[in-house]
């Protein structure tokens, strides 16, 4: 879909674009084979959400080509002033997603460090297919005097004339955001959320099979039975490692028992009929099938996670705090995003909170959820680092226009691109949702809200509140 979108919406120039993600794709799988890595879930997410993110650049590039293009200038001349000036936008926006998953990868482990890894990688290769694979295919058809297209005859003139009074609609949007944000609150405070064996520990089955299986559809069947479990491929394919929160604290024979028959009459189907409880208890002498040992994982592994997840959001907050502050010299555009975090982070814990008794898929709080969130932070700041760069350059080329006409037109000419980056990411995340499986449903979730409310609050939330501090700012003075 992405694909076929980039070729309708630009044209020969998007064919160029799919090429260079078609290249990214295969830079991200040669680097991971040099490094030797292990591709978890979160992993192969992480290669597959770059595919959504990457066309970014891109996206950015073409539309200040056309927006080059309309002022009346040659071709050539429109694909260079077009590279040049989205190259800010480019580069802040993917150093701030890139410092997020920085802070991921050195504070995460196992999983959200694999996450971390791809993320990394996709970021880097990205900026450089775009900027220079995609530009390489562009000068070389230039050179050969041959037409080059930007958009079709149906999106060319696309989001070109538009004149949405953003900043009048922000007391409407504050009150909205109010709102969620309180249900939010009231929610996570009074209900909490689903959280896994990561953070309250668990009991632990490593259980064989006489033939091979798939985790995903025990998962399923096992949610039934215990309503949170945590299932992988542990050594040979025949071989999982079942893990539940189910009756986490309590303690003593009965519990274990009731788990273990449980466990038994979740995995019946799947097992000899000649097997027993007594011998899936113990494992069959013969064939070695049934639980071969459990293990209680107690809570000081629960609490190293929960340590190192507050500390990397924190450490991306305040990295790219001080990041937008170097790069933008005024401490409300800072203020503006950091609040666009927490307002879409909140939202998405309390959307958690709300649907985890209700949804049809697990949505408990692991390992992989923080990465979800933090990649949700790094979505959040790359499309408001985008919008508050033209937002400055506005202010630079327009200086005797009215504050409000500035922040508002720089919002219109930043429209389609936060359209198109939105779509095409969305595809990719809501296949992953529809394809990947059951382990991951519940990760794709939080990334889908995620880019919903970042989206939103980039155009409602961070902007506004920017504008607002930025006049009583002034107003003080």
Not at 33 to 52: E, S
Not at 385 to 390: E, L
Request: with cysteine; proline share 1%; net charge neutral.
């Amino acid at each position: 879909f992405v694909l076929c979108w980039m070729i309708f919406y630009y044209g020969r120039s998007g064919l160029y674009a799919d090429i260079a993600l078609v290249l990214n794709i295969l830079l991200i799988f040669g680097i991971l084979a040099g490094l030797g890595a292990v591709l978890t879930l979160p992993g192969i997410a992480g290669i597959v959400l770059t595919i959504g993110i990457s066309v970014d650049a891109n996206v950015l590039i073409f539309e200040r080509v056309r927006e080059e293009v309309r002022k009346g200038k040659g071709i050539r001349k429109s694909i260079s002033d077009g590279f040049n000036n989205a190259l800010s936008s480019i580069l802040d926006a993917n150093i701030t997603t890139g410092l997020t998953a920085l802070i991921l990868f050195i504070f995460g482990t196992g999983p959200i460090k694999g996450f971390a890894t791809t993320l990394l990688i996709g970021i880097a290769t990205s900026l450089f297919t775009a900027i220079f694979i995609t530009r390489i295919f562009l000068d070389s058809r230039n050179e050969k005097g041959k037409s080059i297209s930007f958009g079709t005859k149906l999106t060319m003139s696309l989001f070109s004339n538009i004149n949405i009074g953003f900043l009048t609609k922000r007391k409407v949007a504050y009150v909205i955001s109010f709102a969620l944000i309180s249900i939010s609150v009231f929610s996570l405070f009074f209900q909490g959320l689903n959280q896994g064996v990561d953070f309250v520990g668990g009991r632990s089955y490593v259980v064989r099979f006489e033939k091979e299986v798939n985790p995903s559809e025990i998962s399923g069947s096992l949610t039934d039975v215990f309503g949170s479990v945590e299932v992988k491929t542990f050594g040979d394919e025949n071989q999982l490692k079942i893990t539940t929160n189910y009756k986490v604290d309590v303690e003593g024979i009965e519990v274990d028992n009731e788990i273990q028959n449980k466990l038994f009459d979740g995995l019946k189907s799947y097992l000899n009929n000649d097997i027993d409880y007594d011998s899936f208890l113990n494992g069959s002498e013969e064939k070695q099938i049934g639980i071969m040992s459990s293990i209680k994982v107690g809570p000081t592994i629960a609490d190293d996670i929960k340590k190192n997840s507050f500390l990397a959001v924190l450490g991306s907050l305040i990295v790219v705090f001080l990041y937008i502050l170097l790069r933008f010299r005024k401490w409300q555009f800072s203020l503006g995003a950091v609040a666009a975090v927490f307002h879409d982070v909140l939202i998405v814990l309390g959307i958690f909170s709300i649907a985890y008794k209700i949804m049809p898929f697990n949505m408990e709080i692991n390992q992989a959820f923080i990465a979800a969130i933090l990649t949700v932070i790094g979505y959040s700041l790359n499309d408001t680092v985008v919008v508050f760069d033209r937002i400055r350059e506005y202010i630079n080329e327009h200086s005797n226009w009215e504050f409000n006409a500035t922040v508002d037109s720089a919002l219109n000419s930043t429209l389609s691109r936060t359209l198109n980056t939105s779509l095409t990411t969305l595809i990719v995340l809501i296949s992953i949702f529809v394809f990947g499986g059951e382990s991951i449903r519940g990760f794709m979730f939080a990334l889908i809200v995620g880019v919903l409310v970042g989206t939103y609050s980039s155009v409602f939330i961070a902007t506004p509140v920017m504008y607002d501090s930025l006049n009583i700012n002034s107003q003080n003075k």
